[in-house]
């Protein structure tokens, strides 16, 4: 029992860190399928500013009200609002303007920029003060402003909040009126009352309800908190106001239904595996005790898989765990091999012994396949690996230790031992048997012919739809606020760099600068320089001051003394004016100050040395006329966050091809050891012929072709590599025993793996199909390949 | 460039006003009468105290109000400048000049006045109580005629901004003075007549205006 009591306490360590981990709350479960993709290489900028979107539009969450009775409007949103505003999960819950500043602030935010009121102008009065100081420093040009203050003040409701002499020309009034500009979407507008709406083509408004969620929906514990919330918000508005309808947008709610379903397809791909290792294993083997040893030397397995993976990377993914329930089938390999071979050797350590060389071997195939995907600095695919390793070496353990200790009477030579028998006689195997020339040839044809069709017709696809496909519902509501907000459900930006934030700001203005000249529609981005002029811009407004209204002989004084301003007043001002001169609102004042709301985010500091902003794009009706205008400036470039991964999807499938043929070449080497040159060329010639068949036939049929099948042909040379090795190694009466374990395990790898096939996430199921494909031919191969030798032997 | 039209909403809040001497807070004499004109003539003198001068700005001029169409404030005296707050814009023109144009699209703000503003021309009192809680004095004859009063006090943050008090008063159907305060101390106070014409449809100029 020493062994056993090695696996067993190993076990118990193994589940008490888990437990532990479990209750402190260090172990987490990751859903977000964008932590699965590699961060961008190029560089920390695009990194940051790719961060810096997805985190900005994956916390918010818009809700959107539409009926024809305002009341119902209003009070369906008020109780949403009510239940969002109370949880604690969000924060920023707004209907109105004033959620996001009341006056109060807005106030004292106008009141401490009253020290820069010289400093800032209007994008138009600062055109017509230019216009006005072009033609010889004044004259008529600045009657335009004369004109306008005196409609001012002796129009309907002059002064305002402050007093009218400190603003005299209303350059301030006119400077806060361009800022209130709302920087959230371009269809949204601001009803009477302060309420967010926006109004359909057909006339038609709709309510809206911003809110922000406190964590990331990712986090599952956040997603399913923050879900239980917005449950009853809407459950409560449609109470509030039956007839209301309401559409939701946000990433919440896919996280949510991607997690569900992954959920669900752990259960279903788990229980499936399990449930055919079961008949089979029973089938097989004839008794409890191998499918109880079987499924404790997984399951411990598995445990050393999640214990490792969460170790090294701090959490695990969903998805590590879709794909970990399919390995349940490759695992159990070792087991299939260690039962079978007891019908030759009853005493169970003489039987490990008989399969430890070649089950050593599978393993160590099997870790090189998968240590290769973790070669690529795919964060994902490094945890699949990972776990998959970490998975196989438990169970590898599992069988060393557990099994032979426990493993009780031999079981009888059953069914599966005679059809395979007769196999080997009659089927496949007896086919190939001297007829090794023909096969080479037709190996070779074949292999031509597929790669043939392969390079001629396979397409590969890089769409990062390949992760994401959501619900339709879900994102026909999404469409559906993006259009009625006038933004786009794409996420793009131009990032602008510089040595330093004042040359960052100074590049964003002059790239806005020229989008306005292109004529770009301003409601189609927010910038930073829209609500903040740059140092270099609050000096250029002063000195334009100085030159036109305020000039020593410019029209303030006469202005001031016509209205019946005493001198004492103007000279007041003018000292004012005159104080102001050198002052400068800093840009670390706005960005920590309340201004920035709604522009903050857009700044992303400094990164590794450069320094960087965001202009975020609502929507590009002229992608053409925008190209032209950032390709007259080096220091600003698009931000395609959707083409960006895409584009990281193509990269790493180059990179995997080639990570494929390194893993056959270092395998060969591996096998040449044991087997020579040419018999490890034949152990491998089968997952290799079956991969590029697998690759034509995806390519005759037009099935999505990506990253993915070619992650599961890595794993396909791991797994197929291992039935030629068994074969190759199992001489005589073995072989019989030997097959069957195969045969098992093909049927099993199939099971999980054609399971997995059947997955919603389309990168899942493009894995599932080629490995499920690829083992059928593989394992067909492999007793063309190697089944050809020593047919004599199967008398057992 | 929001604050002008803060005190044309309590403008025409004073013409809803127009028929009903208030008896008490009550919305129904105002919606009774704010729906019977479609369009309303008459000229107006504005008086205006800043603090900082010892003499009250004076102005003087026409104004026209058109329910589904805007306002046109039309100063004559001391210099021409007409202002008009339409449907889509708001419009400002000085000495036939334009210096202020606004579009709705652009100025969030604007929307938010313009929807007011048709709320007080369809009398939808509900609408305004949104932003004012509205106090109503009968017979409180602190001004001339037969007085009767309303003081309203802005409720809403946007409003209140701009507006501190906002007094309006009248004397049997018609609205005479418009008292407004600003938070900042400066006060104005708008007597107002309408005229014979007053209430004939818009001519094809007006109309124009509104559309331009």
């Not at chain 1, 009591?5 to 479960?29: D, K, S």
């Not at chain 1, 050891?673 to 997952?687: I, K, N, S, T």
């Not at chain 1, 990253?707 to 199992?730: E, K, P």
Request: glycine share 10%; hydrophobic share 50%; proline share 4%.
């Amino acid at each position: 029992m020493g062994r056993a009591g090695l696996w067993l306490g190993g076990v118990a360590v193994l589940a008490a860190t888990l437990a532990f981990w479990a209750h402190a709350g260090t172990f987490n479960l990751q859903s977000n399928l964008l932590a699965l993709l590699p961060a961008p290489q190029r560089d920390a900028v695009t990194a940051a500013a790719m961060e810096r979107l997805a985190e900005a539009g994956q916390r918010r969450l818009i809700l959107v009200f539409s009926a024809s009775d305002a009341a119902h409007r209003k009070s369906a949103a008020e109780a949403a609002a009510e239940v969002l505003s109370g949880s604690g999960a969000f924060s920023r819950v707004a209907l109105r303007a004033e959620d996001w500043m009341n006056a109060a602030q807005r106030r004292n935010l106008r009141k401490s920029l009253d020290r820069y009121r010289f400093q800032l102008l209007a994008p138009a009065d600062r055109a017509a003060l230019e216009r006005a100081a072009a033609e010889d420093g004044g004259g008529a040009g600045l009657d335009h402003f004369t004109a306008r203050a005196r409609a001012r003040i002796y129009g309907m409701g002059a002064g305002g909040g402050g007093r009218f002499i400190d603003d005299p020309f209303g350059l301030t009034a006119a400077w806060h009126a361009s800022m209130s500009v709302n920087p959230v979407a371009p269809e949204l507008r601001v009803a009477a009352d302060g309420r967010f709406y926006t109004r359909s083509a057909d006339g038609e408004r709709h309510g809206v309800l911003f809110a922000q969620g406190v964590e990331d929906p990712f986090g599952l514990s956040a997603q399913e908190g923050q879900m239980r919330v917005l449950e009853r918000a809407l459950e409560r508005a449609r109470a509030a106001a039956p007839g209301v309808e309401i559409r939701v947008a946000g990433v919440l709610r896919h996280a949510a239904a991607a997690s569900r379903r992954a959920r669900t397809e752990i259960a279903f791909i788990g229980t499936g595996s399990l449930v055919g290792l079961f008949l089979l294993t029973i089938w097989a083997f004839r008794g409890i005790r191998p499918l109880v040893l079987s499924v404790l030397a997984i399951g411990g397995g598995c445990l050393l898989a999640v214990v490792v993976t969460s170790a090294l990377f701090g959490n695990v993914h969903v998805l590590t765990l879709v794909f970990g329930a399919s390995l349940v089938g490759v695992a159990v390999d070792y087991c299939f091999h260690f039962f079978s071979r007891r019908w030759l050797s009853p005493q169970p350590r003489q039987a490990l012994r008989g399969v430890l060389p070649a089950i050593s071997l599978g393993l160590a195939t099997s870790v090189l396949a998968y240590g290769s995907m973790a070669a690529a600095p795919f964060p994902g695919l490094r945890q699949m690996a990972v776990f998959a390793v970490a998975g196989l070496i438990g169970t590898w353990l599992g069988v060393l230790l557990l099994l032979p200790a426990c493993a009780g009477p031999p079981p009888a030579a059953t069914a599966p031992l005679r059809i395979v028998r007769r196999w080997l006689d009659r089927g496949l195997p007896a086919l190939a048997g001297g007829r090794a020339r023909l096969l080479a040839w037709a190996a070779g044809l074949s292999l031509c012919l597929a790669l043939a069709i392969t390079a001629l017709w396979l397409d590969p696809d890089d769409d990062i739809r390949l992760l994401y496909n959501s619900a339709p519902a879900l994102l026909d509501d999404e469409r559906r606020i993006a259009e009625l907000l006038g933004s786009g459900t794409a996420a793009r930006a131009i990032v602008v760099r510089g040595d330093g934030p004042e040359s960052v700001l100074r590049a964003e203005a002059a790239v806005l600068d020229d989008l306005r000249a292109a004529g770009i529609d301003t409601a189609q981005w927010s910038a930073i320089t829209r609500a903040y002029p740059p140092p270099s811009v609050q000096r250029q407004n002063y000195r334009l001051l100085q030159r036109t209204l305020y000039a020593p002989d410019g029209p303030l004084e006469d202005f001031l003394t016509q209205l019946g301003f005493g001198a004492e007043a103007v000279c007041a001002h003018r000292a004012d004016f005159a104080e102001a001169e050198g002052r400068e609102w800093a840009f670390s004042e706005w960005l920590a100050g309340p201004a920035a709301q709604g522009h903050g985010f857009l700044w992303l500091g400094e990164n590794a040395g450069q320094w960087a902003s965001l202009i975020l794009l609502h929507r590009v009706s002229d992608p053409g006329r925008l190209a032209g205008v950032l390709e007259s400036h080096d220091d600003a470039a698009l931000l395609d966050r959707v083409a960006r991964i895409s584009g990281l999807l193509r990269d790493y499938r180059g990179l995997a091809t080639g990570l494929l043929l390194v893993a056959y070449g270092l395998a060969w080497l591996l096998l040449s050891l044991p087997f020579g040159w040419r018999g490890a060329f034949a152990v491998l010639l089968p997952p290799m012929l079956a991969s590029v068949l697998v690759a034509a036939l995806f390519a005759v049929t037009g099935w999505a072709f990506s990253l993915f099948n070619l992650f599961a042909l890595i794993l396909l040379l791991g797994m197929g590599a291992d039935y030629g090795i068994f074969l190759r190694l199992a001489d005589g009466a073995e072989r019989a025993a030997a097959m069957v374990a195969v045969w098992l395990s093909a049927m099993t790898t199939l099971l999980a793996f054609g399971l997995l096939a059947l997955s919603r996430t389309p990168a899942l199921h493009s894995f599932g199909l080629t490995l499920a494909v690829g083992i059928v031919l593989t394992f067909l191969l492999a007793f063309l390949a190697n089944g050809g030798r020593r047919v004599e032997g199967t008398g057992g | 460039m929001s604050r002008f039209p803060v005190i044309v909403m309590a403008l025409f809040a004073a013409f809803g006003a127009v028929a009903a001497p208030a008896d008490d807070a009550a919305g129904s004499p105002l919606v009774r009468a704010g729906s019977q004109a479609d369009v309303l003539r008459g000229s107006f003198r504005q008086e205006k105290y800043l603090a900082e001068l010892d003499r009250p700005l004076v102005s003087s001029g026409r104004f026209l109000m058109a329910r589904d169409h805007g306002l046109i404030w039309e100063i004559e005296q001391p210099f021409e400048s007409t202002l008009i707050i339409g449907r889509q814009h708001m419009v400002q023109r000085v000495d036939g000049r334009q210096t202020l144009r606004l579009s709705r699209a652009e100025q969030p703000g604007l929307r938010v006045v313009a929807a007011v503003l048709m709320a007080v021309f369809q009398a939808d009192m509900d609408r305004l109580r949104d932003f004012f809680d509205i106090r109503a004095v009968s017979g409180a004859g602190s001004g001339e005629g037969e007085g009767w009063h309303f003081v309203m006090r802005p409720t809403a943050d946007s409003v209140a901004e701009f507006v501190a008090r906002l007094t309006v008063h009248g004397a049997d159907e018609k609205v005479e003075r418009i008292e407004f305060e600003e938070p900042g101390g400066d006060r104005s106070v708008i007597r107002l007549q309408t005229a014979p014409d007053s209430e004939s449809p818009l001519t094809p100029r007006e109309r124009r205006e509104f559309v331009d």
